[in-house]
């Protein structure tokens, strides 16, 4: 915490995300991008062959870690809070940022929730990155997978969509607004 006084000054650092929230936005940004490009190339790929199956694998143990990241990103979030915008943000801005991040939050418990469901229920392996296997914690059933499925690949295209709503409010806010939103998080 004090690196980031230091870099930004005392006073820029009371308007930014303090480290460990930068870091967990980035990283779990990136995640997601990954998870979003492995599932669609999977899906054009042939079933039960490499390399669609070693894709998967990756899918399935970049989206567990997500998981597990928003759980701490969460506590993290609720024991520092989010710093104030040096200029407030308009009241119908303010209702859409965090419309948009509660969504978000929403999803990104989601998207992986049901593809463990999917995954588990189906019989699928669980794996995280070839150092474990993922427990199954619902019993083998062909009707609960497919709904998980189902689930998931819908939750996938409206995390990708909600993900480019909100690049494209980065976008209007740092080079048509001009306003400082985005040092918020870098």
């Known amino acids: 915490m004090a690196a980031d006084v230091l870099a930004a000054g005392p006073d820029e650092a009371r308007y930014q995300f303090d480290r460990v929230q930068r870091w967990l936005h980035w990283i779990m940004a990136a995640l997601i991008f990954a998870a979003i490009a492995l ?15 070693g894709l998967l694998e990756v899918h399935k143990s970049i989206g567990l ?32 940022s965090r419309a948009g991040h509660v969504l978000l939050y929403a999803l990104m418990l989601f998207v992986p929730i049901t593809g463990y469901l999917y ?8 794996p995280w990155f070839g150092l474990l296997q993922w427990p199954r914690l619902v019993p083998h059933d062909d009707g ?36 400082d939103v985005l040092s918020r998080m870098t």
């Open 39 to 53: 599932g669609v190339v999977s899906d054009y790929l042939p079933a039960g062959r490499q390399p669609r199956q």
């Open 65 to 96: 870690t997500i998981l597990a990241l928003i759980v701490v990103r969460v506590i993290w979030r609720l024991m520092r809070s989010e710093p104030p915008y040096r200029t407030p943000l308009g009241r119908l801005n303010h209702l859409a």
């Open 119 to 126: 995954s588990a229920a189906g019989g699928y392996d669980l």
């Open 144 to 179: 609960l997978s497919a709904w998980g499925k189902l689930l998931h690949d819908r939750g996938g295209w409206v995390i990708a969509a909600v993900v480019g709503l909100h690049l494209a409010a980065v976008v209007w806010h740092h080079w048509i607004k001009r306003d």
